[in-house]
């Protein structure tokens, strides 16, 4: 695992997103099948439905475990998205800066699930650098932790519970109780990397202690245990405000105001891009040490035995 993370974080940087029959895709479909045979109102349903799909991760983990480094380089490449969430994320900077809210609203979805319509400026902004924080984490930090602690295990099991939150984690009549497990195993798969991440981008922060103390207190207003603490984050790290109120799907929401800053403009885009780099390029060393304790740990191991 030594080097495979940060090459397969290098070939996603070079490679661009395969557009048709993309694995991950592949993977939510079969999984909408999965869904019909499990589904009912429970969360017992809920329960073996995120069951059968570890097992799966299992099996999958253990057929590509004789292609060893290959297989390794090759399933984290494809699970991370990053530089796709990315280049989407200045796709609509350079649309508003062109004055185009419209082609700004239209690749929006790409990002975010909230509704876009009723946007203004601002509101587009806001939702974009949540994506940006966000995603700095689901896309990025979590493969890279989870890849150098658990091979290829870890990268897949992360990448088929952050696809299947997206599915089934909503909070509605539908997904309520069977969404349930699936969304809490994402939860906890990303617990360590989102405030890992935190911590990086408070470190370029004007100051990186009293901030860490302040992103704490305000993420714990925010419904997602690491959504907020990232949002919060980025928001004292560009001191700008972020959250306030939304909509999905016609159903108003107000989220808590993090940050301490004033309103958004079009350049906190790019601000947040580039820190989002700098988090990532700090995340690749941090994990290069990470996978060299664990191989050590291993050798030991195997040693005693």
Same mark, same amino acid.
């Given at each position: 695992m030594v080097g495979e993370i940060q090459l397969a974080y290098l070939i996603d940087q070079i490679v661009p997103e395969p557009k048709k029959y993309h694995p991950v895709s592949s993977y939510g479909k079969f999984?909408? /099948? &999965?869904?019909?045979? *499990?589904?009912?109102?429970?969360? $017992?349903?809920?329960? &073996? *439905? !995120? &069951? !059968?799909? $570890?097992? &799966?991760? !299992? *099996? =999958? !983990?253990? =057929?590509?475990?004789? /292609?060893?480094? *290959?297989?390794l380089v090759a399933v984290t490449a494809i699970s991370l998205s990053g530089k796709m969430l990315e280049d989407e994320a200045l796709e609509i900077y350079r649309s508003l800066k062109a004055g185009n809210i419209d082609r700004a609203k239209k690749r929006l979805p790409s990002l975010v699930g909230r509704d876009v319509d009723s946007l203004d400026e601002r509101g587009i902004v806001r939702a974009t650098v949540e994506s940006i924080a966000e995603n700095t984490v689901d896309a990025v930090a979590s493969t890279l932790v989870l890849g150098s602690v658990f091979g290829v295990f870890g990268v897949l099991l992360h990448r088929v519970f952050n696809t299947l939150d997206a599915m089934v984690g909503k909070k509605n009549s539908r997904y309520l109780n069977f969404g349930m497990a699936c969304a809490r195993i994402d939860d906890l798969l990303n617990y360590v990397p989102s405030r890992v991440s935190s911590v990086i981008v408070l470190g370029f922060s004007k100051s990186p202690v009293k901030n860490l103390k302040l992103a704490r207190q305000q993420a714990l207003l925010h419904p997602s245990p690491n959504a907020g603490i990232i949002e919060a984050s980025f928001a004292l790290a560009l001191n700008i405000e972020l959250g306030g109120e939304l909509s999905y799907q016609n159903i108003r929401e107000v989220r808590p105001i993090v940050g301490t800053g004033g309103e958004v403009r079009a350049d906190d885009i790019l601000r947040a891009t580039n820190l989002k780099r700098k988090v990532e390029y700090v995340l690749l060393v941090l994990t290069l040490a990470l996978s060299l304790v664990v191989r050590k740990l291993k050798s030991i191991k195997r040693e005693i035995k």
């Open positions: 999984s909408t /099948y &999965l869904e019909e045979l *499990f589904y009912s109102d429970s969360k $017992i349903s809920g329960g &073996l *439905f !995120a &069951l !059968a799909n $570890i097992e &799966l991760v !299992a *099996f =999958l !983990a253990l =057929l590509l475990k004789k /292609y060893r480094i *290959f297989g």
